[in-house]
């Protein structure tokens, strides 16, 4: 015999504490957003910086920045707590976290890209994405330290570029810091 459970979804303060005592993996992420075009998209890839608490997140290129409506909405207004900054030169940016100790790792469908999944990541990682589009131009690929992608077993060849991030910034997090 099946016995059913009152489960309940977790609102106001019990859902803070059991967030507060959630033990985050110790790993840095940071996040590159290059030319990024839709707004809800970078909204989405801030609501996703907070979730894994994303230790600096960068958008660069034409890469829409707040305040922006539909950042904030998308983004619950995440990026007001999310630590964020513009370049418009994507390889500047990348040339500085490479010196603060990051490996930049794009997310990109390349000839010599590794399956998200079968690589080991470092204790810095700085996951980079790009146009919606176009992807990734050669001249950033050419300042990130390896590609990574995520297979597709259906029609299309990509998801989208705030689901992808936050697959593999999940993904980075928990088989790095456990």
Not at 49 to 71: C, E, F, K, N
Not at 94 to 103: I, P, Q, S, T
Not at 136 to 162: E, H, Q, T, W
Request: glycine fraction near 6%; charged fraction near 30%.
């Amino acid at each position: 015999m099946n016995e059913t459970t009152d489960r309940r979804p977790l609102h106001g303060t019990a859902l803070k504490r059991f967030v507060r005592e959630l033990d985050r993996p110790n790993v840095e992420l940071a996040f590159v957003l290059h030319d990024v075009e839709d707004p809800v998209n970078v909204g989405s890839a801030f609501r996703i910086a907070d979730a894994s608490r994303v230790d600096r997140m960068l958008l660069t290129g034409i890469t829409p920045q707040p305040p922006h409506r539909l950042i904030a909405k998308t983004g619950r207004h995440k990026d007001r707590r999310v630590r964020w900054e513009h370049d418009a030169d994507a390889s500047e940016a990348l040339a500085r976290l490479r010196d603060d100790g990051f490996e930049r790792i794009a997310l990109e469908l390349t000839e010599d890209a590794s399956p998200y999944d079968a690589i080991s990541y470092p204790e810095r990682v700085a996951l980079v994405v790009g146009n919606e589009d176009h992807g990734i131009p050669r001249r950033i690929l050419s300042c990130c330290d390896r590609v990574v992608f995520l297979p597709m077993y259906g029609k299309g060849a990509s998801l989208n570029v705030a689901v992808s991030l936050g697959i593999v910034a999940y993904h980075v997090l928990h088989v790095r810091g456990h």
